[in-house]
């Protein structure tokens, strides 16, 4: 029986990680890459702009292997990494190398693996402070086997112990928090927690992103307190019993009248986001939402290899058996990596919420939005773990989306 506590210290947990062995008109956005494109050029990142996440953390033992063992096998690894991970942990330090003032709220404990993480994120900018230390149990940590083959990866979590709750965060800690935050993000990892910050959050009128990766405990809680929803392309459907992602992204909008946008992810297929017009349009037209997506479709570039976007105006979108809202349609590429550039996919999502986290605070329109987010998570796939890869604001391949 495998026992955290038994596993040795990790003198090579680092903070580089670590290897063993409608209107019917549209608008398109692209990026054009030009060997003029310097870092000399990128803009300083949004003034004094904080985000304040509140979720996961752990260790990752990442072991990739030839291809995922059949049931009794016993294989060998080709590669082994340990370094942090944990979805909000992830997207602070993406936010944090993008030039953001990261605040974690979560919870580890005072052993090697706890400490490991801690130094990690700190060498990163992530402001720890606010992460609570429990004197006894053990730091949450993910067995990660990642398929050469497939190019998949399979995650076995293992909670902290004794888990966070909301009387482990002070009142003044919270308030310290949240004070001149930009923006808060939670990934409904403690969600008991996080509904105590997300309603001072919204007392003070503090946009709210929420990552609803799958159903948990706590996330109807949650949702309401939402200004801006990220998920995967499994969960509206879900979530809505409506049939089609088009259809349940408006009925979520609906269901949700605080949601400003939300995005649904969907790998190498890229993303689609539908986003609340701040003001109705006066026209009698409708939309069908599902004959606009086919048209986006044929309108985006499959010539390039960089994150483009296509998009519809602001029209009334029609979605069968729903209703209809007013909004605008985005339909969003992902980076077309070379298989042999390819390594694993481990944390992407969280990479694409960090940049996001980002766009908004720099007040990026969605048309730039998407593709830097998409370029962002491609950079993460490059490399073994969810932030070995994790680019910085001058990396030459984000310049064109900062300039």
């Not at 942090?84 to 330090?93: F, R």
């Not at 890229?270 to 479709?297: N, Y």
């Not at 729903?322 to 992902?334: D, P, S, Y």
Request: charged share 20%.
């Amino acid at each position: 029986m495998l026992c955290f506590t038994h596993v040795p210290p990790l003198p090579l947990f680092s903070t580089s990680g670590i290897y063993l062995p409608a209107s019917r008109r549209f608008t398109s956005f692209r990026i054009r890459m030009s060997s003029s494109s310097s870092i000399d050029s990128v803009p300083p990142p949004p003034d004094n702009a904080i985000v304040l996440g509140c979720g996961g953390i752990a260790v990752d033992f990442l072991a990739t292997v030839d291809s995922y063992p059949q049931a009794d096998d016993k294989i060998r690894s080709t590669s082994l990494k340990v370094q942090g991970g944990g979805n909000a942990a992830n997207a602070l330090t993406c936010a944090a190398r993008l030039g953001l003032n990261s605040r974690l709220i979560s919870k580890v404990a005072n052993d090697s693996q706890g400490k490991g993480m801690l130094e990690e994120l700190e060498a990163d900018g992530v402001d720890t402070s606010f992460i609570v230390v429990s004197k006894e149990g053990n730091s949450p940590f993910t067995y990660i086997l990642v398929d050469n083959q497939t190019k998949t990866r399979t995650c076995i979590h293992t909670p902290g112990d004794p888990p966070m709750l909301p009387t482990d965060l002070s009142q003044s800690s919270m308030l310290s928090a949240l004070d001149r935050a930009s923006i808060v993000y939670f990934d409904v990892r403690l969600h008991e927690t996080a509904l105590v910050i997300a309603k001072e959050a919204s007392r003070k009128k503090i946009p709210i992103l929420v990552d609803t990766e799958k159903k948990r405990d706590g996330l109807d809680d949650l949702l309401p307190f939402a200004d801006y929803v990220v998920c995967p392309e499994n969960f509206p459907q879900t979530w809505t019993e409506v049939s089609s992602t088009p259809g349940a992204l408006v009925s979520m909008l609906l269901r949700l009248p605080k949601l400003k946008f939300v995005i649904v992810t969907s790998g190498e297929h890229g993303c689609l986001m539908v986003q609340r017009a701040s003001k109705e349009v006066f026209e009698s037209q409708e939309t069908d939402i599902e004959s606009l997506l086919e048209t986006l479709k044929h309108r985006k570039d499959s010539t390039t290899t960089f994150p483009t976007c296509v998009s519809s105006e602001t029209t009334k979108l029609k979605a069968n058996g729903v209703g209809t809202m007013t909004g605008r349609l985005f339909l969003g590429t992902a980076e077309k990596i070379p298989p042999e550039e390819l390594v694993d996919t481990t944390g992407a999502g969280d990479a694409f919420i960090g940049a996001v986290l980002y766009a908004i605070c720099a007040g990026m329109p969605p048309e730039k939005m998407l593709p830097f987010a998409a370029q962002v998570a491609g950079c993460s796939c490059r490399a073994l773990g969810a932030r070995t890869g994790l680019p910085h604001r001058t990396d030459p391949r984000l310049v064109p989306f900062l300039v």
